[in-house]
């Protein structure tokens, strides 16, 4: 007579045997993994080693990283590999790292722009000073299907590589890695968790979204939610800026000379003198965000034109700029930007003001745009297809137990923060209200950080992939988490649950988050 299971009833013969051979089944070992064979998928590991002990690789974008690797097995493994349009090869390509000390969770580290390659599976975004392979996850990052430089976009010709960017690779990368986790270590892994930025952060909605029994916690940055949207806003502050700038030797303009660097100064500094206080400390940063309300026609010249001031097209082309594109009807279609401390950064990525980076948009010397018309075009089959800015029905991953945070750097110049604050709103609505919604999501803004990370004035580095996991595995909810950065050695402020924001207490030492408080 079959055993009864108090929960379901009769346990079929078939089931239990099943689960005695996977209590019994042995290990794989590292270098044995290359004979491993997943039924139902055309799976590949071409490449398995064991790493010792040693130095941490370079992240695809970042600083370089302190601290040590543990000794991890490093497999490299293809799926569905076969030949696309025009006679070009495509596979999944993956890497996963298994430590030799598992702590009994998987982590997916999330790509970037186009992906196209596959990187060192560290889990470096959002996990503060220490990677996530140095606490023993065990790791996977993919290319999502095809091969190419971070903005090559030659493979949207093919149908299948298109849907597996979009949406279809993570989803296959997340099976067969927990496979392979479950043949390696002899066991499943207890918690999975996703993390990204960027393109990786829009990754992550898709798995809350479209998978969500796959992952116990998200982490979410900078989310590329509609690219097309977000590209059209860039180019709406190009032509902002194109309007009033001086034009090159072939009579064209130059957006990133619209401003002196005297000018830029101005600003920055004006700005700072509006907004730095609000949050109790003049400290450089601007942590009230929502309740700046700088006006940079304050800053026209009220005689001559100098460096002390701006022209009236100036400001006028800042307050349009950051305003954000609207249509024919008034009606705005993307969300403008916040003023923030990297309005007129120069390092990393270009502040607004600085002219939008030729290393994603090309340079674009135009002085007009058609909004209705690029907007339609920006609402094209394929953009619905892997866009995640109108999904809001979470109640299956919240009902499991699922927590998701996002995170944005206020000073991101290619997606608004705005824009990631507004979808918050929006799965609040839908979702019984914000205090139901902070049962199981929430939102850090960033002061001061630009796309993912860096800035002049950002405390760029925090742990959210820890919090994450205090929420899933012991039920904290991270009210704040602690960050700090190179732009200040030494200090430290707590970034707060949306829509908190870090207030000085009036006493203590204001480099230190504990004389910091939430308020909203």
């Not at 089959?381 to 800015?389: I, R, S």
Request: glycine content about 12%.
């Amino acid at each position: 007579m079959p055993r009864r299971d108090w929960k379901t009833g009769p346990v079929p013969f078939f089931a239990l045997l099943l689960a005695a051979q996977l209590a019994t089944a042995a290990p794989v070992p590292c270098t044995s993994l290359t004979k491993l064979k997943l039924p139902g998928f055309a799976m590949t590991i071409e490449k398995a080693e064991l790493v010792p002990p040693g130095p941490i690789p370079m992240p695809p974008y970042g600083p370089p990283m302190t601290g040590k690797l543990p000794a991890y097995c490093r497999a490299d493994g293809v799926i569905d590999k076969r030949m696309g349009r025009n006679g070009r090869p495509y596979a999944i390509g993956f890497e996963i790292a298994l430590p030799v000390k598992w702590n009994g969770r998987f982590l997916f580290q999330g790509g970037g722009g186009f992906n196209g390659a596959v990187y060192p599976s560290i889990g470096w975004q959002a996990a503060g000073t220490e990677v996530a392979l140095a606490r023993g996850y065990a790791i996977v990052n993919t290319d999502s299907g095809h091969k190419g430089a971070v903005f090559d976009g030659t493979f949207w010709e093919d149908q299948d590589a298109t849907v597996n960017f979009l949406y279809r690779a993570i989803d296959k990368v997340t099976q067969v890695s927990k496979k392979i986790i479950a043949a390696h270590y002899g066991r499943a892994p207890a918690h999975s968790y996703y993390v990204g930025c960027s393109t990786g952060g829009r990754e992550a909605m898709i798995m809350s979204q479209r998978f969500p029994d796959y992952f116990d916690g998200v982490v979410s940055g900078d989310p590329a939610m509609r690219t097309s949207y977000s590209g059209l806003a860039d180019r709406w502050v190009a032509i902002a800026l194109n309007q009033i700038a001086p034009r090159d030797e072939k009579g064209l303009p130059v957006a990133a000379r619209a401003f002196s660097p005297a000018e830029k100064r101005l600003i920055h500094d004006a700005l700072l003198e509006k907004c730095d206080a609000q949050d109790g400390a003049k400290d450089g940063m601007i942590f009230d965000v929502r309740g700046c309300d700088f006006d940079p026609q304050t800053l026209v010249c009220q005689g001559p034109k100098t460096d002390a001031c701006l022209s009236q097209a100036q400001a006028d082309a800042i307050a349009k700029g950051f305003a954000g594109p609207k249509d024919s009807h008034g009606t705005q279609v993307y969300p403008g930007f916040w003023y923030d401390t990297g309005i007129t950064t120069t390092v990393g990525v270009p502040g607004l003001l600085s002219g939008p980076s030729p290393i994603v948009f090309p340079i674009d010397t135009s002085l007009s745009m058609d909004v209705d018309h690029e907007a339609a075009l920006a609402a094209t089959p394929v953009a619905a297809l892997g866009d995640t800015e109108d999904w809001t029905l979470l109640n299956s991953f919240a009902a499991r137990g699922g927590k998701l945070l996002f995170f944005h750097g206020v000073s991101d110049p290619w997606f608004s923060a705005k824009d990631t604050t507004q979808y918050y709103e929006r799965l609040t609505a839908d979702n019984g209200g914000r205090d139901a919604v902070m049962k199981w999501s929430r939102l850090f803004l960033v002061p001061g950080m630009g796309h993912c990370l860096g800035g002049e004035a950002a405390l760029d580095q925090f742990d959210l992939l820890g919090a994450v996991v205090d929420w899933v595995e012991k039920g904290k909810a991270p009210d704040s988490v602690d960050a700090t950065g190179v732009a200040f050695p030494g200090r430290s402020r707590p970034l707060c649950a949306y829509p908190m924001h870090a207030q000085y207490k009036g006493t203590g030492d204001m480099q230190k988050a504990e004389n910091f408080e939430c308020r909203g």
